[in-house]
Each structure stands twice: as C-alpha cells, then as structure tokens.
C-alpha cells in the first residue's frame, strides 16, 4: 500500500521547544516538500529536497530545520526560532510533475 | 508572493450546478496543475494541463489554460454534494517546487 504518511495528525507542544514532525514515503520519490498551511489559506514552501543530503530553502525557511538521511524520510523540526508555529503542515513528494501528499499534522503551540 | 491566485475565494451552489473557478498567475510556466483539498486533509492532484495545451478534460472536470493572458479556469458540472472541498491551482516554472494559490472554497448545497 503505497503512499505517503505523516505523524502524529495532531501534535500538541509548550512554547519553546522544539518539535520534530515526520514525513516517510514509500513511492520511491527522489523529490520531498514541506509546506505550512494557515487557515483559509494556500501553502506556502517552507524547504524542499530533490535528492537524498540535499535540500533547499523554501520562501519560510526561517525557524525551521529539516534533514534527508534517507529517500524515504523527510523529517521537518520547528525550532524555537519560529514566531508563529502553529498551523497546519503538509508533506509532499513527487517523481515528475505531480505532487502527492500526506494527511497532514496540525501542530498547535501554546 | 504568490505565483496563483484563484477567484472567487468561496462559491457556493447548488448540486447539479456547474462551478467554474479562476486561476491567475504571474510569471511563465511549464504547466499548471488543480489540487483539491477536503477539510483538514492533504492534497490530491486533479488534473495537469501543459503550457501548448488550451483544453483538457477529466470526468467532469473540465480545465482552460490562457497563456497570453497568464490565466486558467477549472469548470466542474453536475457538481454533487461530496465535491465540496477547497480547490488550488499550482504552476510549475521548472525552477523548484510547485507554487500553490491561495485556493476556492466550494460549498455544493444538496
């Protein structure tokens, strides 16, 4: 069953910590994308990875970190740094010009 | 900023009605692509239409692409109840990710 799923859906975290959201695929994708969602808004990019260690800055990199060990894992940490944290963040992969997603984790700050 | 901006913002209808919903964007673009997004979920992909192309259909799913005017229109007919959802259009430039529009929430009254 392929496909791409992220954990945990609601994530619930005190302000100034950090937090590690995950991202695993098994659609043997080279490319991974991390965006944030706000409500009622559209996504924004947040940092990408076309090829296993490497990865790029997206237009809101700032507060967040992100690695790729592996092709099949992605995961995002929201620092301490990011002034706003909570929203909606969404993972996705792709092969060519089509982006498949995950369900998404809500994270909320407090 | 963002590359696609969809219009109207929110449409309501009722079932067996069509939809049209509008798509600008800014700059050129190898093709672009409709997402759909029910409440609180990721995205799935609906349809792509390449820049040499001007029509394509899909069920009923109906996409326009006006490259001299940077615009696009996803028409969607006989709509139904479980199509209530958010739409995005997403341009891809060739140059990194796709940008996602701000989106059209569509609400099909039964």
């Known amino acids: 069953d392929g496909g791409i799923t992220q954990s945990p859906k609601y994530l619930f975290r005190k302000e100034g910590q950090n937090v590690t959201l995950s991202c695993e695929q098994n659609?043997?994708?080279?490319?991974m994308y991390w965006y944030r969602q706000d409500p009622g808004q559209g996504l924004r990019l947040i940092y990408y990875?076309?090829?296993?260690?490497?990865?790029q800055k997206g237009d809101i990199a700032e507060g967040y970190s992100v690695s790729r060990e592996k092709k099949e894992s992605f995961p995002l940490t929201v620092t301490s740094a990011q002034k706003n944290p909570t929203a909606f963040y969404l993972c996705a992969s792709s092969i060519s010009n089509e982006q498949y997603f995950g369900p998404g984790t809500r994270l909320t700050v407090t | 900023s963002q590359q696609g901006e969809e219009d109207p913002q929110a449409l309501s209808i009722q079932e067996g009605e069509n939809a049209t919903m509008n798509c600008s964007y800014k700059?050129?673009?190898?093709?672009l692509q409709w997402y759909r997004q029910n409440s609180g979920r990721g995205l799935v992909h609906l349809i792509l239409?390449?820049?040499?192309?001007r029509e394509k259909h899909s069920g009923r799913l109906r996409v326009t692409l006006d490259t001299s005017k940077k615009s696009s229109s996803l028409l969607i007919t006989a709509s139904r109840a479980a199509d209530t959802a958010s739409y995005f259009c997403a341009t891809d430039t060739g140059r990194r990710a796709l940008t996602f529009g701000s989106g059209t929430r569509l609400q099909v009254q039964p």
């Open positions: 990875s076309q090829i296993v260690n490497d990865f």
């Open positions: 239409i390449r820049s040499n192309e």
């Open positions: 700059t050129s673009i190898n093709n």
């Open positions: 659609l043997n994708h080279d490319a």
